[in-house]
Antibody
Framework: EVQLVESGGGLVQPGRSLRLSCAAS????????MHWVRQAPGKGLEWVSG????????NYADSVKGRFTISRDNAKNSLSLQMNSLRAEDTALYYC????????????????WGQGTLVTVSS | DIQMTQSPSSLSASVGDRVTITCRAS??????LNWYQQKPGKAPNLLIY???SLKRGVPSRFSGSGSGTDFTLTISSLQPEDFGTYYC?????????FGQGTRLEIK
């Protein structure tokens, strides 16, 4: 069974940093791309960042580019998100999600999600 | 970025109703479109990928259609457990984007 468990959230002051982690199990971690998706309280889903299986391709949403850094450690089956220069608008529940690919190899989706870790940016 | 627009933003329907949610992309995305269901306090759950392929284990009353810029999620006969918020998401670009969501309430 695929399991994704996020950790590292908490209350942080504006301008400070926080590092989120996602522990993966139940699948061959280094076969799959991984993503971070966030959801502000009462709002919709916002994709944050994605990383390919070998870290060769990394993408960010414009809203976090230059402030957040995604990384992975395939030896430890873990995904991370380093968040710097945090702003009030970064307050959200942060989900770790596994990317799935269909049998054709063309169509990608987020086929498994963790339960999220809450980040609150406030003074 | 590719913008995804869902309609309606919310709807209320009765058990047994046929429900349709629409998603429009700001440019053609072929069939690179996924649908998710999210219940309150829970993580999103993938329902449909590649516009029309049902994820294993998802009830067959859910179906998806469309290609290019216009897509539809249909629930053929609404069940009480189908309440929640539905999101479309494009995977045409590596910078993923979601629709704003459609909140479905059971009357």
């Amino acid at each position: 069974e695929v399991q994704l468990v996020e950790s590292g959230g908490g209350l942080v002051q504006p301008g400070r940093s926080l590092r989120l982690s996602c522990a993966a199990s139940g699948f061959t971690f280094d076969d799959y791309a991984m993503h971070w998706v966030r959801q502000a309280p009462g709002k919709g889903l916002e994709w944050v960042s994605g990383i390919s299986w070998n870290s060769g391709t990394i993408n960010y949403a414009d809203s976090v580019k230059g402030r957040f850094t995604i990384s992975r450690d395939n030896a430890k089956n873990s995904l991370s998100l380093q968040m710097n220069s945090l702003r009030a608008e970064d307050t959200a529940l942060y989900y770790c999600a596994k990317e799935g690919v269909d049998s054709s190899g063309f169509y990608r989706s987020l086929d498994h999600w963790g339960q999220g870790t809450l980040v609150t940016v406030s003074s | 970025d590719i913008q995804m627009t869902q309609s309606p933003s919310s709807l209320s329907a009765s058990v047994g109703d046929r429900v349709t949610i629409t998603c429009r992309a700001s440019q053609s995305i072929s069939s690179y479109l996924n649908w998710y269901q999210q219940k309150p306090g829970k993580a999103p759950n993938l329902l449909i990928y590649a516009a029309s392929s049902l994820k294993r284990g998802v009830p067959s009353r859910f179906s998806g259609s469309g290609s290019g810029t216009d897509f539809t999620l249909t629930i053929s006969s609404l069940q009480p457990e189908d309440f929640g918020t539905y999101y479309c998401q494009q995977s045409y670009r590596t910078t993923v984007t979601f629709g704003q969501g459609t909140r479905l309430e059971i009357k």
